[in-house]
Structure formats: structure tokens, C-alpha cells
């Protein structure tokens, strides 16, 4: 069965700090593709990252980026120099299989707030 | 591009009666439909799956008497919650793959925005 946790449930930074939001899977399956979404207020899921198990490469993206660790099950996400907009749930998601339109497990999600 | 659409985006209903949530794929055909159910201040959890012209997998704990999942094109399925109660409210989510060629559109699936159910 696969599974997600993120275990911060709230997180709260002062704007311009970095905040890091970690993820840790489980899985059987030696292929798979993990996830990250914002879920800002309006509900609307924004994708933000897809990572395939056999790319262990770490990637930034603008003040974005991702640390896969496939020793540790591990896919964290870090926000530098955050900004208020960048207030939110953050989820964290599972998709076996080779493919990653599979149906996805979600984590709890982390509320990030970030204080002008 | 591949954009899914959901209709209603909010609906208030009271006890008793049936709503139905449509997710359409607009641009493309979708294999396969997923819908996702959000209470408040949690996470997403997925309700079943379905593939056009067959009959929905549910997931455990979902009562598939209740909640009617209907996917009778590549492009559309339907959710009707039969009978809803207040403990029905909650935020529904659909999503669609594809099996269009390229890897960006095999490696995800594409959500709707979502549609906010109140019963009162």
C-alpha cells in the first residue's frame, strides 16, 4: 500500500525566510512518481513538481526547489525567500507504477503562512 | 494543453436531495477519471476510479449506492451524490489522465478545480 506523511501540519515564517516542507513515502513498487501541490484558498490544486524514481536529480526551479532521497523515502520541498503569496497548503503525493497517472496518495498537506 | 473542467463549482442543497458534479475533459480524452473528496482542513482522499464505459472502482469505506459514478464518454463523468447529508459536504475533486503520447501527458493527471458541496 502506498502512504505519505508529512508530519508539520502548520508551518509559520516571517517573509524573505526559507521554509522547508518534508515528505516521507512508502512504497512496494519500484516505479513510481512523487509529487508536490499548492492548494491556495480557492481550492484549486496547482501542480508544481513530478519526480520519477529512477531520477534522483535535484531540481530548482525560481525559489523553488526539491531534494529526493530514495535512501531515506524522502522528497522534500523548500521555499527560499518566502513571500506572502506563497501562503498555502502544500501536498505531497504518491503515484505507483511506471507511468504517474496512476491514482495518487496524498499526504496531510502542510499549511505554510508566511507574515508580512 | 489538457484542462479539465468541473461543474457546479458550488452547490448548497438541503438533506434529501440528489446533486449531480460533472468533470469534463475539454481538450482531450480521458482514459481514466478519478474523484477525490477534501473535508475541511484535511487532505484529499480518492473516492474511486473510473473508466469510460465500465463501472467505477470504489474505494473501501465509500458507499457506491451513494455516490454514482457515471463515465459514459472519453470526455465526461459524472458524480451524483444520491440522498445527500450534511455529513456529504465536503470539497469533490475530479482528476483525468490520458494516454496521449509524450511523456509529460503519461507522467501526470490533470485536476478540475474542484466543486464545493454544502448540504444543509
Known amino acids: 500500500a502506498q502512504k505519505v506523511t508529512q508530519a508539520q501540519t502548520e508551518i509559520s515564517v516571517v517573509e524573505k525566510e526559507d521554509v522547508t516542507l518534508d515528505c516521507v513515502y512508502e512504497?512496494?513498487?519500484?516505479?513510481?512518481?512523487l509529487f508536490w501541490y499548492k492548494q491556495p484558498p480557492s481550492g484549486e490544486l496547482v501542480f508544481l513538481i513530478r519526480r520519477n524514481s529512477f531520477d534522483e536529480q535535484n531540481e530548482i526551479s525560481g525559489r523553488y526547489s526539491w531534494n529526493f532521497q530514495k535512501s531515506t523515502s524522502s522528497f522534500n520541498f523548500t521555499i527560499t525567500a518566502s513571500q506572502v503569496v506563497d501562503s498555502a497548503v502544500y501536498f505531497c503525493a504518491l503515484s505507483e507504477g511506471p507511468y504517474g497517472n496512476n491514482r495518487l496518495a496524498f499526504g496531510k498537506g502542510n499549511q505554510v503562512v508566511v507574515i508580512p | 494543453g489538457a484542462v479539465v473542467s468541473q461543474h457546479p463549482s458550488w452547490v448548497i442543497c438541503k438533506s434529501g436531495t440528489s446533486v449531480k458534479i460533472e468533470c469534463r475533459s475539454l481538450?482531450?480524452?480521458?482514459?481514466?477519471m478519478f474523484w477525490y473528496r477534501q473535508f475541511p482542513k484535511q487532505s484529499l482522499m480518492l473516492m474511486a476510479t473510473?473508466?469510460?464505459?465500465?463501472?467505477?472502482?470504489?474505494e473501501q469505506g465509500v458507499e457506491k449506492d451513494k455516490f454514482l459514478i457515471n463515465h459514459a464518454s472519453l470526455t465526461l463523468s459524472t458524480l451524483t451524490v444520491t440522498s445527500a447529508h450534511p455529513e456529504d459536504s465536503s470539497f469533490y475533486i475530479c482528476s483525468a489522465n490520458t494516454e496521449r503520447e509524450g511523456n509529460s501527458f503519461l507522467e501526470t493527471q490533470y485536476f478540475g478545480p474542484g466543486t464545493r458541496l454544502l448540504v444543509l
Open positions: 481538450d482531450f480524452q480521458a482514459t481514466t
Open positions: 473510473s473508466n469510460e464505459g465500465s463501472k467505477a472502482t470504489y
Open positions: 512504497t512496494r513498487d519500484t516505479t513510481y512518481y
